[in-house]
């Protein structure tokens, strides 16, 4: 974010074909530094247009620029895996590499939060809720401790997102339908997170609750 402020903008603005466009030009950075955020995030950005090859050499491009520390390197390889394996619904892959990221001790902090809000969006997605708010917990609360503004709202946004999920799949018009009950509902993930340590709703987004 600190190094490349208008992609990160537009990554959160889920505006995906502007921030490739802002990062494409480190597809050519092939040796020639060792400062490999520009090359990932271009990676990123084909991974989320669902640009699988050009992801992947950007990975290991990305991988190859990392000569200033072997703990980085085991950091970064774990952490492309992670995504690659999560939008590839490949959840146990996907789980193992963020769970190691998040407790690895030669990761930045950054990448620890990061690992944890992979590790919550995996439990998410195989609908164990209170793991996943569990994890969003751990990740809000490292945030919290260095006073990171972008990272805090980056978990609020994924808390809110989950909360939401939760009301229109608890919603009493929608309890007759199978196709809802099927899945693990986390009824008290709004409870969870009320008040200062969590997600706090406004008068309007509690009003769009179902």
């Not at 919290?144 to 608890?170: K, M, N, P, T």
């Amino acid at each position: 974010r600190e190094r490349l402020p208008e992609y990160a903008n537009a990554v959160f603005a889920a505006d995906f074909d502007r921030a490739y466009q802002l990062v494409d030009h480190h597809s050519s950075q092939r040796g020639k530094s060792d400062d490999y955020a520009g090359v990932l995030a271009m990676a990123d950005a084909s991974l989320l247009l669902e640009c699988d090859e050009e992801a992947e050499e950007g990975f290991r491009l990305a991988q190859r620029l990392i000569r200033h520390s072997d703990d980085q390197l085991r950091v970064v390889s774990c952490r492309n895996t992670g995504w690659q394996a999560l939008l590839r619904d490949r959840y146990a892959a996907a789980a193992s590499c963020f769970s190691r990221m998040a407790e690895d001790d030669g990761a930045t902090w950054t990448q620890q939060v990061e690992g944890l809000i992979g590790l919550a969006l995996v439990h998410h997605q195989l609908g164990q809720q209170d793991a996943a708010d569990d994890a969003l917990r751990a990740a809000r609360d490292a945030a919290d401790g260095r006073s990171d503004r972008g990272w805090l709202a980056s978990i609020d946004l994924i808390i809110y997102e989950f909360a939401v999920q939760a009301g229109i799949r608890c919603s009493n018009r929608l309890l007759e339908h199978a196709f809802w009950q099927s899945a693990e509902m986390g009824a008290n993930l709004l409870a969870y997170h009320g008040g200062r340590n969590g997600w706090a709703p406004t008068p309007s987004q509690e009003a769009a609750m179902p």
